[in-house]
Nanobody, 117 residues
């Protein structure tokens, strides 16, 4: 079982930056693939960035060059550094952990990011 808690969201002006954090419980955090998703009201949750167990990263085209995902296994935390924010980045951001077997998925409660124009 993995419990995820996101933080770091807030209100920021366009062009600004935020860093989201996702703190995970569990002793096997380092073996989990971690990802960030976001969702706006009435829409499906969409992929933002992924940090895979092999160390590679993957980003949605809409955030490439602006967002950076990283993880600190010693702190059981994954981060999402968001720069050059745009109003269209406004959403609730969620952290997801996927077990090594890919059978289990865990989600946090999300943190709201609002970018004003």
């Amino acid at each position: 079982q993995v419990h995820l808690v996101e933080s770091g969201g807030g209100l920021v002006q366009a062009g600004g930056s935020l860093r989201l954090s996702c703190a995970a419980s569990g002793r096997t955090f380092s073996s989990y693939a971690m990802a960030w998703f976001r969702q706006t009201p009435g829409n499906e949750r969409e992929f933002v960035a992924q940090f895979m167990r092999g160390g590679s990263t993957n980003y949605a085209d809409s955030v490439k060059g602006r967002f950076t995902i990283s993880r600190d296994n010693a702190r059981n935390t994954v981060y999402l550094q968001m720069n050059s924010l745009k109003p269209e980045d406004t959403a609730r951001y969620y952290c997801k952990a996927t077990s090594p077997s890919a059978i289990w998925e865990y989600w946090g409660q999300g943190t709201q990011v609002t970018v004003s124009s």
